[in-house]
């Protein structure tokens, strides 16, 4: 059974860092992909970061490029999110997200094209 547990959000001063992780489980084989979405209130989900298992691709929002990485360690069966110089407007609930295929660059950002959803966990950036 296909399981995702995402964890670490809290409470960050702007500029600031957290690290988000997803574990998982379920996962069998090297092609599929993940990603981290977010919601902040009042707006749509939308894609943050996404690694793609079997050839390690990995690709961020514009919004994003420089300050977070996806990353895997597959000894844990875990993604995270490294988010580094946190502003306000990162503040939302983040979402991982999978589904057991590589998905091409433009389907990354669909929220439809995952089958498996974790929980959401709660990022704040405020002073």
């Known amino acids: 059974d296909v399981q995702l547990q995402a964890s670490g959000g809290g409470l960050v001063r702007p500029g600031g860092s957290l690290r988000l992780s997803c574990a998982t489980s379920?996962?069998?084989?090297?092609?599929?992909?993940f990603g981290w979405f977010r919601q902040a209130p009042g707006k749509e989900r939308e894609g943050v970061s996404f690694?793609?298992?079997?050839?390690?691709?990995?690709v961020n929002a514009d919004s994003v490029k420089g300050r977070f990485t996806i990353s895997r360690d597959r000894a844990k069966n875990t993604v995270y999110l490294q988010m580094n110089g946190l502003q306000p407007e990162d503040t939302a609930v983040y979402f991982c997200?999978?589904?057991?295929?590589?998905?091409?660059?433009?389907?990354?950002?669909?929220?439809?094209?995952?089958?498996?959803w974790g929980q959401g966990t709660l990022v704040t950036v405020s002073s």
């Open positions: 997200a999978a589904v057991r295929r590589r998905l091409i660059i433009s389907s990354l950002w669909n929220i439809v094209s995952y089958d498996y």
């Open positions: 379920g996962f069998t084989g090297r092609d599929y992909t």
């Open positions: 690694l793609r298992y079997g050839d390690s691709n990995t």
